[in-house]
């Protein structure tokens, strides 16, 4: 599709562009998710193994989403804003250990 000469050369960039992008979820989902970490031989628990990858991958999205619209300024906003797999994990990592402390210390004033 790229080295079709009809088209104009912004529309291959554009596929390229796409097709890059498909590419980087993949390996994202295999290095950081641990989407080509599965060791076993039935196909059907392969499939499902596949479906907590991408349902890890649909949960850092939907806590994106959700720190983004409580966010309070433009530096919280475009952190949550360009985090990538690795660095979304790492986000929501230190946002449970913070409400974890928070509880910790509640849990100490109120004993």
Known sequence: MCSD?????????EFYALRWQIEIFFRERKSDLGLCDFTGQDFESY???VDVCLMAFLFLEWFRASRMKIAR???EIGRWKVARTRGLKILVRQE????SFRLIRTQKLVA
């Open 5 to 13: 000469p009809s088209w104009p050369d912004e529309k291959g960039a």
């Open 47 to 49: 499939e499902r193994y």
């Open 73 to 75: 300024t433009r530096k």
């Open 96 to 99: 449970a250990l913070s409400e």
